[in-house]
């Protein structure tokens, strides 16, 4: 298999597709990159040792599974090519075309997008039959749903091969239409933003308002925690994605996000976001 992008969300697809048995390529646009998408893969399975989910051979044997890329022709034996990288429809579609190149003809392309059309990027592919959206709810090595949204070009071979490799993972495939955000985005991104201009009106912290969350609403996570997750940059995006195709100002991302952003409070891949990392302690 190989993946595209290395970032959080790429690692953890890395992670969830080695942790099965794959071999995999975490592939990015430098060796810096790439190499460090597969050191935040072991990280996260050095966590799992100590927390006595994996011992120490298992996490040998998967981490030997994960290995940086950065040539496009490394990619030609892959069977599935799954592409997590910015939410950008031109930059998705030339890095798709540009390792479609060097696949074979049945090789399946699989995007982790939730807020741009699955249609739009299989329409500008040469074989649009082979792409189906999987987008990996976050964090992808621990949620069980991913989230499968077959284009109007996607074949039935295509998207019945798509939701074996995702139970071969252990995930629960779910099969949606090719709508803004799908479904988790859809109820989650508002609900997100909601929650900072509670913070920015003042009716509690950050700490307050994650254990209304998830002591009065039932939530496994604060939305503050989850925020700093998915870093504030990547919601900043998906925010404004889903408000220029719905217009619906709750999907707007909050002046706060904008701010954070702007001073690189990213959250967690940064040190610091709604929580501090290095210490801890929440802001």
């Known amino acids: 298999m190989a993946v595209l992008g290395a970032g959080t969300m790429g690692a953890g697809i890395a992670v969830t597709v080695a942790r099965a048995g794959y071999s995999v390529l975490l592939a990015d646009v430098s060796q810096e990159k790439a190499q460090a998408g597969v050191r935040a893969a072991e990280v996260f399975l050095s966590e799992s040792v100590r927390r006595g989910k994996l011992d120490s051979s298992q996490w040998q044997a998967i981490s030997a599974h994960v290995r940086p890329c950065v040539e496009i022709a490394a990619m030609r034996d892959a069977s599935i090519v799954i592409e997590a990288i910015p939410e950008d429809l031109d930059l998705k579609v030339h890095t798709l075309r540009t390792v479609e190149d060097v696949c074979a003809d049945d090789v399946l392309f699989h995007t982790n997008t939730s807020t741009l059309p699955v249609t ?29 949204a077959p284009a109007r070009q ?130």
């Open 154 to 283: 996607t074949n039935a071979v295509a998207l019945e091969r798509t939701e074996d490799f995702l139970r071969s993972l252990g995930k629960q495939p779910v099969v949606l239409k090719d709508t803004p955000g799908l479904l988790t985005n859809f109820l989650l991104v508002p609900f997100e933003n909601d929650c900072v201009r509670a913070l920015e009106a003042g009716w509690g912290t950050v700490e307050e308002i994650d254990l209304a969350v998830t002591a009065g609403v039932g939530f496994p996570m604060g939305a503050f925690r989850l925020l700093d997750i998915v870093g504030l940059d990547v919601h900043r995006a998906v925010s404004l994605s889903l408000y220029r195709q719905l217009r619906d100002p709750r999907f707007a991302p909050p002046p706060l996000i904008e701010r954070m952003v702007a001073a690189g409070e990213l959250g967690r891949k940064a040190g610091r976001g709604f929580y501090r990392y290095d210490v801890g302690v929440a802001e």
């Open 120 to 148: 739009a990027i299989a329409g500008r592919m040469r074989r649009p039959g082979n792409v189906v959206g999987t987008h990996y709810c976050n964090p992808a090595p621990l949620m069980s749903l991913v989230e499968v």
